[in-house]
């Protein structure tokens, strides 16, 4: 079955860029109904949606974070990535990923383990 | 943006009970809610999309309903395993997606 598995840096600097991937097994990121989700959820807080991506590259962010925020893909890996820059310790969260679907207007399913991020010198 | 508020926050409850959570949209999302339940050091789990589907494999004492701007999701008979963290996440606005800040449901 589908699963996704993120990876990321674990510790980064305050200012410096957040960069974590999502790989996808069992199944294809370039399924026609499917988009690719962030969301983080800060330590004892609740969730937060980072934004979502489709396989042709069509991207969408939070406004409150939009400035900041690049998702991307790989589809030759089957992989997607989060990059957040300037970050500052209000970053530091457990950062999920999950398919979206079916469509834009779907339900998160299923989600990875999730990476925590610290924001630290 | 959609504002989700869920109530109450927190619910303490006995195995056996039958537990009622509250969702309530700042607008219309049509059927466009979903639940997820989340463990402590667990990735969130869905347990109903649009309002009222159960998901595969989710016991059928889980069961949600409502439309519009008001959704409940109901747990018939709480099992132990039931004890975790429940949010529900709009998808109307597909462009702001948003999620309730979380009942948390603890064993009384």
């Known amino acids: 079955q589908l699963q996704l598995q993120e990876s990321g840096p674990g510790l980064v600097k305050p200012s410096e860029t957040l960069s974590v991937t999502c790989t996808v097994s069992g199944g294809s990121i370039s399924s026609s109904s499917d988009y690719w989700g962030w969301i983080r959820q800060p330590p004892g807080k609740g969730l937060e949606w980072i934004g979502t991506?489709?396989?042709?590259?069509?991207?969408y962010y939070n406004p409150s974070l939009t400035s900041r925020v690049t998702i991307s893909v790989d589809t030759s890996k089957n992989q997607f990535s989060l990059k957040l820059n300037s970050v500052t310790a209000a970053d530091t969260a457990l950062y999920y990923c999950?398919?979206?679907?079916?469509?834009?207007?779907?339900?998160?399913?299923?989600w990875g383990q999730g990476t925590l991020v610290t924001v630290s010198s | 943006d959609i504002q989700m508020t869920q109530s109450p926050s927190s619910l303490s409850a006995s195995v056996g009970d039958r537990v009622t959570i509250t969702c309530r949209a700042s607008q219309s999302i049509s059927s466009y809610l979903n639940w997820y339940q989340q463990k402590p050091g667990k990735a969130p789990k869905l347990l109903i999309y649009a309002a009222s589907s159960l998901q595969s494999g989710v016991p059928s004492r889980f069961s949600g309903s409502g439309s519009g701007t008001d959704f409940t999701l109901t747990i018939s008979s709480l099992q132990t395993e039931d004890f975790a963290t429940y949010y529900c996440?709009?998808?109307?606005?597909?462009?702001?997606?948003?999620f309730g800040q979380g009942t948390r449901l603890e064993m009384k």
């Open positions: 999950a398919r979206l679907g079916p469509g834009l207007a779907g339900w998160f399913d299923p």
């Open positions: 991506m489709y396989y042709s590259g069509s991207t």
């Open positions: 996440q709009q998808s109307y606005n597909t462009l702001r997606i948003t």
